[in-house]
T-cell receptor, first 114, second 112 residues
Framework: EADIYQTPRYLVIGTGKKITLECSQTMGHDKMYWYQQDPGMELHLIHYSYGVNSTEKGDLSSESTVSRIRTEHFPLTLESARPSHTSQYLC?????????????FGDGTRLSIL | DAKTTQPPSMDCAEGRAANLPCNHSTISGNEYVYWYRQIHSQGPQYIIHGLKNNETNEMASLIITEDRKSSTLILPHATLRDTAVYYCIVSPLYLIADKLIFGTGTRLQVFP
């Protein structure tokens, strides 16, 4: 099973702050993903990456940005947080090479913007 | 992409088999069926996936009908720790980003 870590686990912060949510995986997976999930609601893909220097927007529009400078690291940044960004953010990764490899998820960052 | 339909909630007694149904009547020939679950406050956990043959692993069994329009996830001996939301997802073969589209899932409650 993939080891994938997200920090912080919880974050409460004021409006206008710059926030970076960290995601790291130790399995050497090329593909990584960010999902957003409101309480009791569906997961929505907001960003994904095929590998280093590759980033793509997902199905749900998001004001966040991502970078992929190293295989194991896929941080998500909000330049100026707003209350509408309050949500849970889930990071996942999967192997490439063979199609349809399952995605392995971290435990998420629960973000609250005051 | 094919959509899935799942009952919103189910109950199961501890120690019994939990059978979670999923309809995917518009599935196409190259789409796999995936099952994930999400325990409260955690990230989704992969359970199993298959194309047309039945599959079994240490967590569960996946039964796919011959016409592939529906499937059933079977937890053979449910425990209290299996209480979670279970998601049935279909995803095309060779989709570049292997994007998963999560629906609302089935909330399984296992009771003592």
């Amino acid at each position: 099973e993939a080891d994938i870590y997200q920090t912080p686990r919880y974050l409460v912060i004021g409006t206008g702050k710059k926030i970076t949510l960290e995601c790291s995986q130790t399995m050497g997976h090329d593909k990584m993903y960010w999902y957003q999930q409101d309480p009791g609601m569906e997961l929505h893909l907001i960003h994904y990456s095929y590998g280093v220097n590759s980033t793509e927007k997902g199905d749900l529009s998001s004001e966040s940005t991502v970078s992929r400078i190293r295989t194991e690291h896929f941080p998500l940044t909000l330049e100026s947080a707003r209350p509408s960004h309050t949500s849970q953010y889930l990071c996942a990764s999967s192997e490439s090479g063979r199609a349809n490899q399952p995605q392995h998820f971290g435990d998420g960052t629960r973000l609250s913007i005051l | 992409d094919a959509k899935t339909t799942q009952p919103p909630s189910m109950d199961c007694a501890e120690g019994r088999a939990a059978n979670l149904p999923c309809n995917h009547s518009t599935i196409s020939g190259n789409e796999y069926v995936y099952w994930y679950r999400q325990i409260h406050s955690q990230g989704p956990q992969y359970i199993i996936h298959g194309l047309k043959n039945n599959e079994t692993n240490e967590m569960a069994s996946l039964i796919i009908t011959e016409d592939r329009k529906s499937s059933t996830l079977i937890l053979p001996h449910a425990t209290l720790r299996d209480t979670a939301v279970y998601y049935c997802i279909v995803s095309p073969l060779y989709l570049i980003a292997d994007k998963l589209i999560f629906g609302t899932g089935t909330r399984l409650q296992v009771f003592p």
